[in-house]
Every structure is written in structure tokens, then in C-alpha cells.
């Protein structure tokens, strides 16, 4: 058997390929990331049609049973169906539309049904009579990477990313049941939703057994009816299998052969029942593609490189061929009633636990016949699924510990783009944040690539002059004061580097670039005022200054992950841990990452200004770090589930949630890719998230130059009864501000800086919003939570704002707490000034209390105190210090009464007025 020829059909990415037909019309059709979905001639390899309806990307191809039609899927979101005719397809319809890319499709045996799922986490089952939703079976993870009806017609079995095995039956199993799922396993690899590890299931010819990917290198297998795993038939790596986990499985047309492709790049023919290896070849890709002829002895492959093959003489002559007819007996691998020798045998082999439980069974089980013995050790081995799966293989279990996440840079693309028509260069972004852009360009092949830099704001220096790079930078970022690049190693011996270009220098030949020892890659770099990092494999945080001179190598504490800076200020991550799999908000065990960061100031010798955890919510990774656009420079991060949340200084130091893209999507199918933050307004930036919408989480294209949308922040506040989500809110964001603008202040030393301005408009805006909620309170006659609010107030301007909303609307009582409030900031201000006067010159305070009110707050604490008593000289009936008062009478002739209820303005001492007409009482709120 001479190998197969690869020959070229697409650009690199998700691609698959069938035949159509028979006999002499037999056709192969390929499909791929190029939008391309083309017909061939399979002897030649010539192209006889090629069609691009789909505007996207197509993934995935699903044959017709007759061979006269076929059905693709793609990333526009599309499925679409195509006649086949003498070499040539008709465009037959559009049958279903998701609001994510479509990554698997089915036929049923009959043809009547069409399965689709995809990124949506949902399987539409279609009728192909009207193309009409049949059934949707919805599913937990976040994409579903293959689909595979039963043959007989009753069952269709889907996996997902996360590796799981669900089978569903296609009419309710039992009367009144909720749910048609009759098997759901944790069975196979964790892979990604782009990956061409496709996860392929696929049923026995005769419906008897369904084979899907294992997480041991091998194929797990199924029987229909008991849904029992048949652990003791597994294809493994010792039989020369796979070295790598199993891409996808193929079941020959006659049932007895079943094709693997590998992460090992490899293609493998077994014998089932005799758990041998009848043919195998190396392929140049993960196939990702792989299709049996119904006539002959070939298989066609497509790599995820984009090329596709034919593999003929799969099976040798002296086997029998993968399509003759076999007796039934030789498809009978495994037998309908488990023995109980069979069971205790799934303990050899160094599986302690299972050993113990057939250790422990001799006593509780020995009574139990055959199949009730097989039952109860069906129980234990779940049980001991579960707890490998929940312990990382602790148990015996097959289950994969969770994988930490990789490091990853701020700002950067994660892959290349493909290039658009016309276009022989891949483009991505290196970095892309507020200051501007750095753009690899590299022709596939090429010895060399290019970088551009880029500003936004082109009347500072506009274009700079392009980089030519011999090295491979495949991370950057742009910094106040230059552009920081770095490669990584190379297979050959390359060592990593980093290079940095400032913007400006007053020496010539500024740039530098320094050499990593070898064995060491640079996985992250940042900038800020004068200083460049960068943060290596190795675990090492390499600190130079702007000119190139080494400062300092930091060892990390774990792993690194990501690293920003701005100004004086460095942040670095690292994994502070292995992930963990913890239960999620659905019950289902979820990985959780455990990430921490430390933010140091570099001018002050690496001093640690904050450290802590990153709380990435469970089952999804860290994607974007960085500082406030404002002068608060909170620390600020973003998730995959499209959360971003900053660090305010409550709390000892804790993280709130601003901004989620699932409630700021204006469509399905949008993602907000998040470059900056600002959480207060000033002369630079308004409060908002800035991000450039696009619909693949991987980040934007260059072409057409992406634009910044800023979208609104918004907490997720609880919603109290009688009041507005709105309100609430923005309260909830007005006091982040507040926080993060006092901790600016604080850092101002003395107060009289940027912050302290900072501090006065923030305090201002929140106390605006809480008015509002204030009001919102007195309306809705919720008088204590009105008190609470105004509790929170921070000027004095915003209490008598308050009192008088009281009066208007006649809360006697809440006016009075509100009047005691106002009695306690004064007090507290009087304190601070005689306090602050003293210390500056103490021989100048005579009499307690002497010194102007001005400027006063109130306390952070709500303690009224109790209500003002009256004058002496007052009658008993004027003790409500909020009702009419009289005025005092004069001690003699020449002596002005005061007004017991003269009002005090914020800033000003309270002014003696004359005397009230006898019979007259005067107003205390009255305007004067």
C-alpha cells in the first residue's frame, strides 16, 4: 500500500470532505475557510465546479442517503442545501439559520431529517419536507462539534466541546417525561470550538453500537438499549493506535472496520472486534475530515491545513473489504449480558480503585445474579468517572486534569485572519489599545515579516516607520514612550528577543533589542513611562530600562499568564495555582482558574502597591487586563463569558462588575472586545467601556479598520420594589466613582492635586443619583430607605437638597432625621476645623468652637442624634424643632432676639436676624 497524494483545496482551517454519487458520476466534494466549497474529479483532483454562497467560512458537509444531495454549514450562521447533478450543484435552499457558526450536520437515514447545532448550544432537528424546526434539543456546553443520527432511526447522539456524549431519543421515551435524553457521558477530549479535534461520533451501520473519541488516546464504544459503556473493549495507543487524543471516528459501510484520525497528525483502519490495526498512514494535519466510499476501498481525508487526499486500498485483499457483506457474527464484539469475571476484569491493569470495589462487592454483591451484578458495578464505575473527572484521574479515572490557561497578550488578535480576495498577505493585530495599533504583515512562505505602527491620534506622529522583522514578533504593545515587540524561540535553536523602538530620543540608533537565554520564551511584554517588561516561560519578569539597560529578573510565583503597564505602574499575573473544577451556576463542574496579580510601582524600586486574586468566573479565562483611562487608574479585567470588572479600594480591596456583553448586545452573535475602561469623566475620556464589536471573540480583522464603540457600564444591581433599574444603577456606578476617586486622592498625598478635583465632581455626581433615588423613596412612601439614602450623601448642599424634597412632599418625620443629620455633619465639620486650627497655631484658639462651619460632610455613619430640644424660653407646644416657632423675647429693649431656627448654609456661618413682629413666628425654611 503506497500512501495517499495530498493535494491543495483550501486555506488552512476547518475542512471537510464526502463523496457523491456512484460509480462512474461519484464525485468528491471538499469544503473550507476559504468560503470555498468545490466539486472534484476524485482520480484527477480536477476542479469541475466551485461555489462560494456561504459568506463565511464552511465547516461542516452532510450527504444526502441518495448521494444526489448535500447540506453545508458554515461560520455566516447559515445551513444550506445542493443538488447534484453530472458534476455540476444547484442551489436547492437556505434550511436553517443559527445566530452563531454552525459546526456540525447530519442526515438521518432516510434523509427526512436534518440535524444542525453549533456555537447557539442547541440542536435543531429539521424536516426536510418544509425545512420546519422538528425538535430542538438544547445542551450545556458551548458548542456542539458533531452530530450522528442512529441508523435505525430512532436516536440521534451529539458531543460537545467540553467532551460530552449526549443521546437523545426522537419521540418521548416515556409518557409525560421532560427530558428524551437516555445517555449523557463525560467520554471524550475538551477541545475548542474552532479546533479540527471535531470530537466525531459515529453509530455502527446496524445501529447496535455508537463510537465517539476517548480521553485516553483511544475510542469509546456504546451499546444501544443498556447505554453501558463497553470498558472492556477500548482501541488503544499499545495496540500502535494514536499518540495523540482522537480527532474524529468513521465506521467502515459494512460495520467491521472504523476509521480514527489523531492530534498525532495520523489516519488508523481497525479491525473492532479483533482490536488491531489494519492499515495507517502519517498525514501532514490533523484530519479533521474523513468520509468512506459506499463502492470500493478508499477513503477520502481532508487535514486541517487545507488539503485534502484519497486513500485507496484502505483495507488489504487477504480482509475482507470494507463494503463487502459479513456475518453478524463478526460485528458481535461484546455480548448482551455482562459475566461477572468479565466485571472484576476491569480492574486489572493498576486500577486500585476499581480493584478495592471488587474487593468490596464479594460480601454485598455475591447473592446478586448476573445482571444485577453487572448493574450495581455499572453505579461504582460512575461514581468513579465522576470523581476522576472532579479529582484530575485520582481515582482511576480516565477524566484529563484541567488545562491552567495559556499566557497571552493584552490587545493582540488571537489568530491570523485570512486574507480577503486579491490579498496574497496575513494581517493581525499585535496590539490594538487606546494609544494605537501594531499590524504584523507576513506573506505565507516568506523569510520575512513587517510591522506597522499606527496612532490614532495622527497629530502626534502619525505613521511610524515600518519595522522589518527577521525575527517572527508575535506579541507586542504600544507604551507611552515607544513600541515593545518579542518573538518567540525558534524549533531550530532561534532564541527569543525583544525589541523595543521609542517614539522619540535624543541620541541616535535608540533602539535596542536583547537576546532571551535559551530555553526561554518571552510570552508577554509592556511599557510605561520609562521602563520595558517582559514575562518569560520560565517564569522570570525581565525588567529594562528605556534605553535597554537590565534592571531586574523577578522570579514569579507561578506560571505567568499576561502582564500591562501604564505610567510608573506594572501589573503581572501568574497562575497561583492548578485549575480546579468547581460546580457551576447549573450544578455542572466547571474549571475554575486561579489567577493573581500583583501591581508594582516601578519608580519607587518594584514597591507593591496592590496584590491579589483575579476572580475569572468558573469555566472561562482571563482575556483582557489593563489600567482606567482616568485618573483614578483602577485595575480593570475582562472574561470570555464578556464580564469586566475594576478594583475598587471597599472591602480591603475587591472587584465589582461594570459591564456584561450579554445584556449590552444589541443582536445575537455579538461580542464586545474590550480596549479600555474609563470609570469617570475628565478632559480625555468619558465613562464607558470602549470595545470594538465584531463577531468572533478572536478579535477584529484589520481590514476594514476597526472603530471604537463605547458602550455604557452597568452593575448588576438587585431591584428593590417601587423603584427603577435605571436609578439603581446609576447609583451603584456613581459610588464605584467615588471610591476609586478618593483612593486617587489619597494617593495625591496632601490632597491638592488632580484627585482631590477628581473626588469633588465624583461626590457630586453620586450624591445627583442618589437624589434621584431619594425622591424615588418619598414617592413610593418607603421613608426609611429614603433615610438610608440620604445617609450616604456627601455634601451639604445635597442634605438640604433632601430636607427640602421632605417638606415638599410632606415626610414630617423623614425631614426630621434628615435635620439631625444635617446637625451631626456640622458638629463633625466645627471638630475637624477647631482640630486643624489648633494644630496649625495653638495659641490662637480661645474659645471652643469659635471658628466658621465651612466646608462641613457628613459622616460616613449614620447615628442621628436625638431630636432638638426647645428653648427654655420657648412654650412646650413649639418642641417639634420642624413646626412653626415663636421667637425669644428680648431681655431688655435693646437686645435683638435670635431666631432659634435660623438656618445654616454650607460655607457660611449662620447670620442673627432681626427680631419677628410681635404674633408672628418665624419661618425656619423660609426662603432669606
Not at 222 to 246: C, I, N, P, Q, T
Not at 453 to 465: Q, V
Not at 563 to 575: F, R
Request: proline share 5%.
Amino acid at each position: 500500500m503506497s500512501p495517499p497524494e495530498w493535494n491543495f483545496g483550501h486555506v488552512a482551517g476547518l475542512c471537510d470532505v464526502a463523496f457523491l454519487g456512484s460509480g462512474d458520476e461519484t464525485r468528491l466534494v471538499t469544503c473550507g475557510a476559504d468560503n470555498t466549497v468545490a466539486l472534484r474529479d476524485p482520480k484527477t483532483g480536477d476542479v469541475e465546479d466551485s461555489f462560494e454562497d456561504h459568506d463565511d467560512a464552511v465547516n461542516v458537509l452532510a450527504v444526502h442517503p441518495d448521494g444526489a444531495k448535500f447540506a453545508t454549514g458554515s461560520d455566516d450562521n447559515c445551513v444550506k442545501l445542493f443538488s447534484f447533478t453530472t458534476s455540476k450543484r444547484e442551489f436547492e435552499s437556505n434550511v436553517t439559520r443559527f445566530t452563531l457558526p454552525v459546526r456540525a450536520l447530519a442526515f438521518s437515514n432516510d434523509g427526512a431529517l436534518l440535524a444542525a447545532g453549533g456555537e447557539d448550544s442547541t440542536i435543531k432537528v429539521i424536516n426536510m419536507a418544509d425545512n420546519s424546526v422538528h425538535l430542538e434539543l438544547p445542551t450545556n456546553a458551548k458548542c456542539v462539534k458533531s452530530i450522528a443520527f442512529d441508523p435505525i432511526g430512532e436516536y440521534v447522539a451529539a458531543v460537545d466541546d467540553t467532551g460530552v456524549l449526549t443521546v437523545w431519543a426522537l419521540k418521548e421515551i416515556k409518557a409525560g417525561s421532560e427530558d428524551n435524553r437516555v445517555l449523557c457521558a463525560t467520554t471524550a477530549p475538551t477541545t475548542e470550538a474552532d479546533s479540527p479535534r471535531v470530537n466525531g461520533v459515529s453509530w455502527r451501520p446496524d445501529g447496535a453500537v455508537v463510537a465517539v473519541p476517548g480521553r485516553e488516546n483511544d475510542v469509546t464504544f456504546f451499546a444501544r438499549g443498556s447505554w453501558r459503556e463497553l470498558e472492556d473493549h477500548r482501541l488503544f495507543e499499545d495496540a500502535k493506535g494514536h499518540a495523540g487524543a482522537v480527532a474524529t471516528c468513521r465506521w467502515s459501510p459494512n460495520g467491521k472496520y472504523l476509521l480514527t484520525t489523531g492530534a498525532d497528525n495520523a489516519a488508523v483502519v481497525w479491525d473492532v472486534g479483533a482490536k488491531s490495526v489494519v492499515s495507517r498512514i502519517e498525514c501532514e494535519s490533523i484530519v479533521c475530515g474523513a468520509y468512506w466510499r459506499k463502492e470500493g476501498n478508499a477513503v477520502a481525508l481532508a487535514g486541517s491545513d487545507g488539503q485534502w487526499c484519497v486513500w485507496n486500498d484502505v483495507v488489504a485483499a487477504s480482509l475482507p473489504s470494507p463494503t463487502a457483506v459479513v456475518d453478524a457474527s463478526e460485528l458481535d464484539f461484546f455480548v448482551a449480558g455482562a459475566k461477572k469475571d468479565d466485571v472484576a476484569n476491569a480492574a486489572e491493569g493498576g486500577d486500585v480503585a476499581g480493584a478495592l470495589e471488587d474487593d468490596d462487592d464479594e460480601e454485598g454483591l455475591g447473592d446478586m445474579d448476573e445482571e444485577e451484578y453487572y448493574l450495581a458495578q455499572e453505579r461504582r464505575r460512575k461514581m468513579k468517572r465522576k470523581m476522576a473527572g472532579k479529582f484530575g484521574g485520582a481515582f482511576g479515572g480516565a477524566a484529563a486534569a484541567p488545562t491552567p490557561q495559556a499566557p497571552f497578550q493584552v490587545g493582540a488578535c488571537d489568530a491570523a485572519k485570512k486574507p480577503k480576495d486579491g490579498e496574497k498577505e496575513n494581517r493581525r493585530f499585535l496590539c490594538y489599545n487606546m494609544m494605537g495599533t501594531v499590524v504584523t504583515t507576513g506573506e505565507p512562505g516568506g523569510d520575512f515579516n513587517s510591522v506597522e505602527m499606527s496612532f490614532h491620534d495622527t497629530s502626534r506622529a502619525g505613521r511610524a516607520p515600518t519595522i522589518t522583522d527577521y525575527h517572527g514578533y508575535s506579541i507586542g504593545t504600544l507604551g507611552e514612550k515607544g513600541c515593545a515587540l518579542a518573538s518567540p524561540g525558534k524549533p531550530g535553536g532561534g532564541a527569543s528577543t525583544v525589541f523595543y523602538r521609542p517614539y522619540e530620543s535624543w541620541a541616535h540608533a535608540s533602539e535596542w533589542r536583547v537576546t532571551i537565554p535559551a530555553g526561554e520564551d518571552a510570552v508577554s511584554v509592556a511599557a510605561g513611562n520609562n521602563w520595558v517588561a517582559a514575562v518569560t516561560s520560565k517564569r522570570n519578569l525581565r525588567l529594562f530600562s528605556h534605553a535597554g539597560a537590565q534592571r531586574q529578573i523577578v522570579t514569579l510565583e507561578g506560571a505567568p499568564v499576561t502582564c500591562v503597564g501604564k505610567g510608573d505602574s506594572l501589573v503581572v499575573t501568574w497562575h497561583a495555582a492548578a485549575p480546579a473544577l468547581v460546580p457551576g451556576a447549573d450544578g455542572r463542574l466547571e474549571v475554575e482558574q486561579r489567577i493573581e496579580f500583583a501591581e508594582y510601582d516601578v519608580a519607587d524600586g518594584g514597591k507593591i502597591l496592590s496584590r491579589g486574586r483575579v476572580p475569572v468566573p468558573p469555566g472561562h479565562t482571563l482575556t483582557w487586563l489593563g489600567h482606567s483611562e482616568d485618573d483614578n487608574r483602577a485595575l480593570c479585567f475582562g472574561a470570555s463569558d464578556g464580564t469586566v470588572r475594576v478594583r475598587v479600594p471597599d472591602f480591603g480591596g475587591s472587584w465589582s462588575q461594570v459591564f456584561s456583553s450579554m445584556d449590552a448586545r444589541q443582536s445575537e452573535g455579538e461580542h464586545h472586545w474590550v480596549v479600555a475602561v474609563a470609570t469617570s469623566d475628565n478632559a480625555y475620556s468619558s465613562s464607558a467601556l470602549y470595545c470594538v464589536v465584531c463577531r468572533d471573540a478572536s478579535g477584529p480583522g484589520v481590514y476594514p479598520k476597526p472603530v471604537q464603540t463605547l458602550m455604557p457600564l452597568g452593575a448588576p444591581v438587585a431591584l428593590p420594589e417601587n423603584s427603577s433599574g435605571d436609578l439603581e444603577d446609576a447609583a451603584a456606578k456613581a459610588q464605584i466613582a467615588v471610591a476609586l476617586a478618593s483612593a486617587a486622592a489619597a494617593r495625591d498625598g496632601d490632597g491638592d492635586g488632580d484627585g482631590d478635583g477628581a473626588l469633588g465632581a465624583a461626590r457630586a455626581a453620586a450624591d445627583k443619583a442618589s437624589l434621584r433615588l431619594f425622591h424615588a423613596a418619598c414617592k413610593g412612601e418607603r421613608p426609611a430607605r429614603a433615610a438610608d439614602i440620604a445617609s450616604s450623601l456627601h455634601l451639604s448642599n445635597s442634605l438640604h437638597g433632601a430636607l427640602k424634597l421632605a417638606n415638599a412632599m410632606q415626610q414630617r418625620v423623614l425631614a426630621e432625621r434628615i435635620t439631625n443629620l444635617i446637625e451631626a455633619s456640622m458638629a463633625a465639620a466645627a471638630a475637624a476645623a477647631n482640630a486643624y486650627a489648633y494644630a496649625s497655631e495653638p495659641s490662637a484658639l480661645e474659645t471652643p468652637g469659635q471658628f466658621a462651619q465651612q466646608h462641613y460632610s457628613q459622616p460616613a455613619s449614620y447615628a442621628p442624634s436625638q431630636p432638638t430640644q426647645p428653648s427654655q424660653a420657648a412654650p412646650v407646644e413649639d418642641a417639634n424643632p420642624l413646626g412653626r416657632r415663636k421667637s425669644v423675647a428680648p431681655a431688655n429693649e435693646n437686645e435683638t432676639p435670635t431666631a432659634v431656627g435660623a438656618k445654616h448654609k454650607a460655607g457660611y456661618e449662620a447670620t442673627e436676624k432681626p427680631a419677628a413682629k410681635k404674633g408672628k413666628t418665624a419661618n425656619p425654611f423660609a426662603r432669606r
